[in-house]
């Protein structure tokens, strides 16, 4: 591999650890503690999206008349990535994104998608992304996740936005968590077969191919340029402290739902 890739998997595996290892995921114990981290994950869920279509902006061409543009390896994987998560099925075989999946997985085991609702409504009005966020409610862990990455994509540097959507999105998603998920489908299928299907086809169609075609794309956009490397370093490990927080703000909330009433 790439002596500069495994650098950057040496310098972010603390951060990879806390976030595969956070106690959120053992705190997850019936399906209200679940529907809190829904509301709290969608937001992720949706602007992967924003993250993965700006760099199929940025990698491909996207505009008439058309021109090759790029690398075709890049190309093909971001346009892949695409098709798989703004058109793939759900489990009657429906064309959906995954995002829209994730809502139908809410709304069988009754998670509030008002919020995320609300935010897209106001976002789609007012084009602002701060003054939607207060608008919605948008709790503040929420926020601050979805701020940053479109920082990252306002800066308009697409090896940051390889680096982050490489490092920082692809492949998080612990067993841990997958099975806790489980064991709450043993006791309710009936609300949760949606969301199992959601991570299991998630992690079917990211795979290992997927993850080793964008280290590629971050790779060749940084090519041997030492500050463009030093600079997905940082912005990779920000991106993953920004999870820690978000799933920092999730643990505090289904704590804080378990307190009696005074």
């Known amino acids: 591999m790439n002596t500069h890739l495994e650098k950057i998997q040496h310098l972010i595996e603390p951060l990879r650890q806390k976030i595969i290892n956070h106690e959120v995921y053992a705190q997850i114990k019936d399906i209200e503690d679940l529907k809190i981290f829904m509301q709290y994950h969608v937001y992720a869920v949706w602007d992967f999206m924003s993250l993965l279509k700006s760099l199929q902006n940025n990698l491909t061409c996207t505009t008439i008349p058309w021109f090759p543009v790029g690398n075709g390896d890049t190309r093909y994987l971001i346009n892949e990535i695409v098709a798989g998560e703004e058109s793939d099925v759900d489990r009657f075989g429906v064309r959906k994104s995954h995002f829209e999946i994730y809502l139908d997985a809410m709304g069988q085991c009754g998670a509030d998608a008002n919020g995320i609702s ?44 390889s680096a982050v959507f490489t490092f920082g999105r692809e492949d998080l998603i612990p067993g841990m968590f997958i099975s ?83």
């Open 118 to 161: 609300s935010f897209l409504t106001a976002l789609k009005s007012t084009a602002d992304l701060e003054l939607s966020f207060i608008q919605s409610n948008v709790p503040k862990a929420a926020q601050d996740f979805v701020r940053y990455t479109f920082q990252t994509i306002a800066g308009n540097k697409v090896h940051l936005q």
């Open 180 to 262: 806790i998920v489980n064991d709450v489908h043993r006791k309710f299928p009936d609300s949760v077969s949606i969301f199992k299907y959601y991570l299991e086809r998630h992690i079917e169609v990211d795979g290992d191919h997927h993850s080793q075609l964008a280290l590629q794309m971050t790779a060749s956009l940084c090519e041997e340029d030492q500050k463009r490397w030093d600079e997905a370093a940082q912005a990779t490990l920000v991106s993953l402290q920004k999870r820690i927080d978000l799933w920092d703000g999730v643990l505090e909330e289904i704590l804080t739902n378990r307190l009696p009433l005074l």
